[in-house]
């Protein structure tokens, strides 16, 4: 049974260019949300896909965009990179999309812009 | 709006030592959910335990035990007998039902916890 996948493992980008971040959700998972990790820090919530739709957003900004597919894979893309976008990305799924599941994450995706 | 404390930056104690992390929370919900995760070195976020704003019970699992007390908004986790397999960064988290879960998870900045041989 195969757990939550995230491609690539690693990236690097330059300031200004565009990126894109997948995401397969644990098999029989429906729901996947999105998370940014800085350095030192905590996951910080950046929006959930539910029924190939954003259910909602945390507080990022509109270069931050999502799709989920019809077989509930996702992506996350993130436009007019910052170096402030630097971080780990992590991809989490969960069966329903309730307050209460439990989420499974991903390895996640290093992201480093210069 | 909703809010996790992990006031610990980073614990170093010698193995075998008994361990607790601090989590404390802010939410205006009634109810609401708690999470902690173990996050090792290679990144991915692995769950312990849930508990609902209406469960106090303390719970044991092993060498882990969590307390809940509502009265101090406190969520706490020690680990008995500490081993080196245990250092990782801890999060505490928190989910509330007024989102639906939409919301996602509010995490702490985590606990870094080392294990030393």
């Known amino acids: 049974d195969a757990g939550v996948t995230q491609s690539p493992t690693h990236l690097i980008k330059t300031r200004g260019q565009q990126v894109t971040l997948r995401c397969s959700p644990k098999?029989?998972?429906?729901?996947v949300s999105w998370y940014q990790q800085a350095l030192g820090q905590g996951p910080q919530f950046i929006f959930q896909y539910y029924e190939e739709e954003e259910r909602q957003r945390g507080n990022f900004p509109d270069r931050f965009s999502g799709h989920q597919f019809p077989n509930y894979s996702s992506e996350l893309n993130v436009n007019a990179l910052l170096l402030g976008d630097s971080a780990l990305y992590l991809c989490?799924?969960?069966?329903?999309?309730?307050?209460?599941?439990?989420?499974?994450f991903g390895p996640g995706t290093r992201l480093t812009v210069l | 709006a909703q809010k996790v404390t992990q006031a610990q930056t980073e614990i170093s104690v010698v193995e075998k030592e008994d361990v607790t992390l601090d989590c404390v929370y802010e939410?205006?919900?009634?109810?609401?959910?708690l999470f902690w995760y173990k996050q090792p070195p290679s990144g991915e976020l692995v769950f312990l335990i849930r508990?609902?704003?209406?469960?106090?019970q303390n719970e044991i699992s092993g060498r882990y035990s969590w307390n809940f007390q509502k009265s101090t908004s406190s969520f706490n986790f020690t680990i008995t007998a500490s081993q080196v397999v245990d250092s990782a960064v801890y999060f505490c988290?928190?989910?509330?039902?007024?989102?639906?879960?939409?919301?996602?998870?509010?995490f702490g900045k985590g606990t870094h916890l080392i294990i030393q041989p």
């Open positions: 989490a799924s969960s069966l329903g999309d309730r307050e209460y599941n439990e989420q499974f």
């Open positions: 508990r609902n704003s209406f469960d106090e």
């Open positions: 988290a928190l989910s509330e039902a007024s989102g639906g879960g939409a919301d996602g998870l509010t």
């Open positions: 098999s029989g998972h429906d729901t």
């Open positions: 939410t205006r919900d009634t109810t609401y959910y």
